[in-house]
């Protein structure tokens, strides 16, 4: 948090493939976000090894690093991410569970959090959302129920549709001006 007067978005996208509806769904949040929020992709996290505790630490891998350091840079986290059997996946969880740690003094803890996607199935990801919802909290987020968007993808396309476009867009502007001093009240 370097300028008081924008808001960053850590972006966490649970989908690798170079063609994912959940990435151009981010990226798509990152080009149309008003004025004074920026959103930061972050990108591979692929390349993040499976959470290990042998490996954290003062040499935890330098991929684990820079996500940590990315997502303490922000103001929110916001996952985007589609479902994969039943729950969300496995890069994602991974990097939930990085930035849990240490204990209680994780990169997440204390972020305000939020999580939307889309998948081509009427359900939209639902249980994934639920799931990145609970497990972020658990690893110390204050997840903010009312962002979740679970899109399904089925006769309508998320990245164009301007009623889609609208839902993300408030799902964002929700996360954003969420008031951790308000909840906590
Ligand atoms: C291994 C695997 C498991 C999947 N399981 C689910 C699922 O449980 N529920 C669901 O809605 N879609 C499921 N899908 C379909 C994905 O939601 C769909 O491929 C989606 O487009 C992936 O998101 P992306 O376009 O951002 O990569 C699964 C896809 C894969 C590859």
Partial sequence: MTDTNTTRVAVLVGSLRADSLNRKLAELLRDEAPAGVTLDIIDGLGEVPFYNEDLDGESAPAAAV??????AAADRVLAVTPEYNG?????????????????GAGAV????????????????????????????????????????????AVDVDPTTDPDVRAKLLAALGTLVDFAPEASAA
Avoid at 87 to 103: C, E, G, K, Q
Avoid at 112 to 127: D, L, N, S
């Fill in 66 to 71: 820079a996500l940590r350091e990315r997502v």
């Fill in 87 to 103: 729950t969300m996946p496995a890069v994602l969880n991974n990097a939930i569970d990085w930035i849990s740690r240490p204990y």
């Fill in 109 to 152: 803890v204390g972020k305000p959090f939020g999580v939307i996607g889309a998948t081509p199935t009427p359900y939209g990801g639902k249980w994934a959302h639920g799931d990145t919802a609970r497990s972020a909290g658990i690893a110390g987020a204050i997840v903010v129920e009312d962002v979740t968007v679970s899109q399904p």
